[in-house]
């Protein structure tokens, strides 16, 4: 849900990561965790799925994305953070989720993005330092 705002697509990714999944629990090597795994191919899934469906969300105009109602998005500095996490690029974006929302360390990233672990390093300092310019005009503007 966090990838995307409406539903049937969240379900859609979902669907076809299990369905993965049952098709290749045989090749898991045990290199990694399975969590570290699933959410390997779930991350893939999802960003192919996007990809496909991404022009027909744009044709949708004055449709407005459903709100996900979590308890925690209540308080004032979730509401921040939910902002200012929207205008990060995508990949740094999803480190950041990955390791303070989901609790991955940067290696079990780096096996979810297929990616170095340094470049997920790179990505959260790089995210973290934008995330502070994005937060200090948010806080002053409410």
């Not at 991350?43 to 192919?48: D, F, I, N, P, V």
Request: include cysteine.
């Amino acid at each position: 849900m966090r990838l995307t705002a409406r539903y049937e697509l969240a379900e859609e990714i979902i669907n076809d990561t299990f369905w993965v999944v049952w098709q290749h629990a045989a090749d898991f090597r045990g290199a990694s965790k399975v969590s570290t795994w699933i959410f390997g191919i779930g991350y893939r899934r999802a960003l192919k799925t996007l990809k496909r469906v991404r022009p027909e969300l744009m044709a949708e105009e004055g449709e407005a994305p459903e709100q996900i109602e979590e308890p925690w998005e209540q308080a004032e500095l979730r509401e921040w953070l939910g902002v200012a996490l929207e205008k990060l690029p995508h990949e740094q974006r999803v480190v950041l989720e990955l390791a303070y929302h989901v609790g991955h360390s940067c290696e079990e990233i780096a096996a979810i993005m297929q990616c170095p672990v340094n470049t997920v390093k790179t990505r959260m300092f790089h995210a973290r330092r934008k995330l502070k310019g994005l937060l200090t005009p948010l806080a002053g503007a409410l």
